[in-house]
């Protein structure tokens, strides 16, 4: 089976969009993962890594309702796809496996 690499932040994006099921647009990705991270992102980056997602069929998106607070615009948003949730479950075993195999004595502290 071909295995399926992704960057880490586009693994983090993902996971992001996964998590808001279907309501997830470029500030509530952005958003999510600086809440859930720590980590600050702007938000073209977190567009730009949701249209190359699109692009390589991991995501869909599609255009949600005109809102008055976003003086009626409509939100683009992100939805999971068969694809990218067999590539998520494909990283998550990789990374289990691998954990796995991870000698506990190799991430003790030393001196404590």
Known sequence: ?????????EEVVLIMVA??????????????LEE????????????NTLIRLEEKGFVKSELGGATA???????RLFRVTALGSRA???????RHELWQMVPPHTLRLSGL
């Open 36 to 47: 859930h991270t720590g980590r600050i992102v702007t938000f073209g980056t977190v567009h």
């Open 19 to 32: 998590i808001l099921d279907g309501e997830g647009y470029g500030v509530t990705v952005s958003q999510a």
């Open 1 to 9: 089976m071909r295995r399926t690499y992704l960057g880490e932040f």
């Open 88 to 94: 998520l479950q494909e990283i998550q075993q990789l």
């Open 69 to 75: 607070e976003r003086g009626g615009r409509r939100k």
